[in-house]
């Protein structure tokens, strides 16, 4: 017969070994990739929840909780944006083979690139790849670049159409010119509530985009947009400043970027999408309360 006390720290270690292995499923903190295109982050693990925010193609991930086919998970480059996604769309590192053991990636600075299957160029393509998508780079053939997907995939992609950094660092930090040309490529990308991509961007995350693909990192949302960088006053913008609006709620809650002459690029569902607006735009002119200079 086992002695009570015997029983009692037999029941503790199975309770503690349970609330281990508990901890363990809900909270990993191993690094995971986005394997493909861009995906959604939802508020909750849901089809039918809230976007919060994407994930460009090669974005490491944390995961830090699960439920079902899906993972929560938050996105250092974004601030450890958290979230959930789908797990169908993302891939542990352990098993991102070349993509996650190479010491440079490739960051696409245009709103679309295609990546050959052979470095002759022309069909089959592996993937057409979207700006801020994320890639590593296996080595350099000509004008080509040799890259890798987190999925196991390679192929080849035009030297002009990315930028190549350490993978311990930032892609290249480039200036005002660069900041309003890469914009402009995404003129009548629609508008869409939580999106960061070429098929549609919401404002902040338009704002975003650009600047990750010129090597300034930003928050995600126009409200911490606004605490970074220096104030800058109406009569001095230059190109490339980040000016703000309150729009839906108090605050900065709206972010453009000043192109200058008076003008604004920037994505809001008023202009259903990307579009150059006037600084004094009767709808956003009245809502303006400031900018930032982060370049």
């Known amino acids: 017969m086992v002695h009570s006390p015997t029983i009692a720290?037999?029941?503790?270690?199975?309770?503690?070994?349970?609330?281990?292995?508990?901890?363990?499923?809900?909270?990993?903190?191993e690094g995971w990739f986005v394997r493909g295109g861009t995906v959604d982050v939802r508020a909750e693990p849901a089809d039918g929840a809230e976007r919060v925010t994407q994930a460009h193609l090669g974005t490491e991930v944390v995961v830090i909780g699960e439920a079902d086919d899906w993972a929560k998970v938050r996105i250092p480059v974004q601030g450890n944006y958290p979230g959930w996604i789908r797990k169908s769309a993302i891939v542990p590192a352990r098993e991102a083979g070349a993509f996650a053991s190479a010491k440079q990636l490739a960051v696409v600075r245009v709103a679309r690139a295609p990546v050959f299957r052979s470095e002759q160029g022309g069909e089959p393509v592996v993937a057409q790849v979207t700006l801020g998508a994320r890639l590593a780079v296996l080595g350099r053939r000509g004008r080509l670049v040799r890259v890798a997907f987190p999925?196991?995939?390679?192929?080849?992609?035009?030297?002009?159409?990315?930028?190549?950094?350490?993978?311990?660092?930032?892609?290249?930090?480039?200036?005002?010119?660069?900041?309003?040309?890469?914009a402009t490529q995404l003129l009548g990308v629609p508008y869409l509530w939580g999106g960061m991509s070429t098929d549609g961007v919401d404002c902040s995350g338009f704002v975003y985009t650009v600047f990750y693909a010129n090597g300034i990192v930003l928050p995600r949302d126009a409200h911490e947009q606004y605490t970074v960088g220096t104030p800058v006053g109406r009569g001095d913008l230059r190109p490339g400043d980040l000016v703000f609006y309150s729009t839906y709620a108090a605050g900065a809650s709206h972010v453009g970027i000043y192109m200058g002459e008076h003008r604004v690029i920037q994505s809001g569902s008023r202009t259903r999408g990307v579009a150059v607006i006037d600084l004094d735009d009767p709808h956003y002119g009245p809502k303006y309360i400031g900018a930032r200079r982060v370049l």
């Open 9 to 29: 720290l037999i029941l503790a270690l199975a309770i503690l070994s349970t609330a281990i292995q508990g901890q363990a499923r809900a909270s990993s903190h």
């Open 151 to 182: 999925g196991g995939e390679s192929g080849y992609i035009a030297e002009d159409a990315v930028a190549l950094y350490d993978r311990d660092g930032t892609p290249p930090r480039r200036g005002a010119d660069d900041i309003i040309k890469t």
